[in-house]
Each structure stands twice: as C-alpha cells, then as structure tokens.
C-alpha cells in the first residue's frame, strides 16, 4: 500500500505543476489537447498496476479544478 501512496503522490505533483495556469496559458487549442491526452495516457500508466481506484482519481481532481 505504500507504494501505491507514493505512486498517487507522484501523480498529483504532476497534475500540479502540469495544470499551472502560466503554462496553460500559452497552448494553442490543438496543443492543450495532446497535453490533456498525455495526462490520461500517464495516469493510465499506473491505474492498473497500482489498483488506482474512484477515490484516488477523486483526488486528481481536486488538484485540477482547485488550483
């Protein structure tokens, strides 16, 4: 379980810094779409290993829509 905590961690620390508004900014509309698939597909790189369950995704979205 541990190593799950630090997976989720890890994660939500990109999704901060990701979802910086000064670097979103400055996408174009084509550009913020391969950034916002490039997420899903990093997330989906640990949602099957990690057990990544509702709870934790609910917690990706925090970070996104309370920045």
């Known amino acids: 379980m541990e190593e799950k905590d630090v997976i989720i961690r890890k994660i939500l620390e990109k999704l901060y810094i990701e979802f910086n508004p000064e670097n979103l900014y ?5 550009q913020y779409g391969d950034f916002l698939i490039s ?16 709870k934790d995704f609910m917690e990706f979205n925090k970070v996104i829509h309370h920045k």
């Open 39 to 54: 997420i899903f597909e990093y997330i989906n790189l640990y949602k099957d290993k990690y057990h990544l369950n509702e």
């Open 26 to 30: 400055q996408l174009t509309l084509e």
